[in-house]
């Protein structure tokens, strides 16, 4: 009881500050924590107002506590609120210790692992209160007017790749009937990249491409998997291709769509247009070919008796396999 009164207590505080609520109540679920209709027959409404969400430049760790920092523009009751919920719901509650215990796993991997598993060498660091810190703005923050920010009870509703994404109107909003729990699509990371932010397997439609850099022809290829390098074209955004010198830098390549498979190789055939690359077929199966490679080494590393980490990605880099194979087709860009 004392957890859902000051559930309730919390909830009303979030409604007086301009935030909504509807229909909804935190508890265990197959996902973890997460938020649950309390009528499922009736639609319920979620909804983060800007003068909530905090920039995540302006947190830090004080005394323990993730607060916002004195030098924040925030009002008082905004700041004291978040702070409150912070230390009853999120980093005092359990959530800082799920934090540490993330990378503490990913740092005790055999080191034959390590070497495989196509990730940055950061993400095997000892673990430290700042980088569960960042850890949690990486996986609980948003971009919302060119700004990562916290959503505050919004951060408790899970993935779910089935569903829609989140609605941005003065703030951040969910809303819907839900037959179960109440789920969000978390936006435009692929299979291989819930797994090793989240911690968690999920199929995706589509597979993009692992970093990598490599010589091509007269070429220095660059692959990164940055997300917000975009730009329109017809229902598509595509990555914007920089050409520095002889490098040619992708902020990300769509390798594999189960649902259109003839997109990869056409979108990779429109962006290298107006590049020096003189074969892009022939370098289109040649990232192909590396990032199967890189998947393959490390499942054949892993195999046999694994931690519950390592069975996470096993599942995911199979599965990214898989959508990586979803690419044919000839049309012309």
């Not at 409604?15 to 197959?30: C, V, Y």
């Not at 692992?113 to 569960?132: G, K, M, N, W």
Request: hydrophobic residues 40%; contains cysteine; proline residues 6%.
């Amino acid at each position: 009881m004392p957890v859902r009164l000051g559930w309730d207590a919390m909830l009303a505080e979030f409604r007086a500050l301009g935030g909504t609520a509807e229909n909804i109540i935190l508890r265990q679920g197959p996902r973890g924590r997460g938020v649950f209709p309390v009528d499922p027959a009736k639609p319920i409404r979620l909804h983060s107002p800007s003068n909530l969400l905090v920039c995540a430049e302006d947190t830090e760790i004080r005394d323990g506590r993730f607060v916002v920092k004195a030098s924040a523009t925030l009002g008082e009751r905004e700041r004291a609120f978040f702070d409150n919920y912070q230390q009853d719901f999120v980093w005092g509650a359990g959530v800082f210790d799920d934090l540490w215990q993330a990378p503490f796993e990913w740092s005790q991997l055999p080191q034959e692992i390590q070497d495989t598993l196509p990730v940055s060498r950061s993400r095997f660091a000892e673990p430290s209160v700042e980088l569960c810190r960042q850890q949690y703005l990486r996986t609980r923050s948003i971009s919302y007017r060119n700004s990562s920010v916290v959503m505050p009870v919004m951060e408790f509703v899970n993935h779910g790749s089935s569903f829609a994404g989140y609605e941005f109107k003065d703030g951040i909003m969910i809303g819907g009937v839900f037959d179960g729990e109440v789920l969000v699509n978390y936006g435009v990371g692929d299979c291989w990249d819930l797994a090793t932010s989240y911690g968690f397997c999920d199929a995706r439609d589509y597979a993009y491409g692992l970093k990598g850099a490599f010589k091509f022809e007269d070429c220095r290829i660059d692959i990164s998997r940055t997300f917000k390098l975009v730009e329109p074209f017809n229902d598509y955004m595509l990555p914007i291709v920089r050409v520095e010198g002889d490098t040619v830098r992708f902020p990300f390549l769509t390798l594999g769509n189960s649902k259109f498979p003839h997109l990869p190789r056409l979108i990779f055939l429109r962006i290298t247009k107006n590049t020096p690359i003189k074969r892009p077929d022939e370098l289109f199966e040649l990232v192909h070919h590396y990032n199967r490679l890189l998947l393959l080494r490390f499942l054949r590393r892993s195999e046999g008796p694994a931690i519950p980490l390592v069975a996470t990605l096993r599942s995911a880099a199979y599965q990214q396999l898989e959508t990586l194979s979803s690419y044919w087709g000839t049309a012309s860009p």
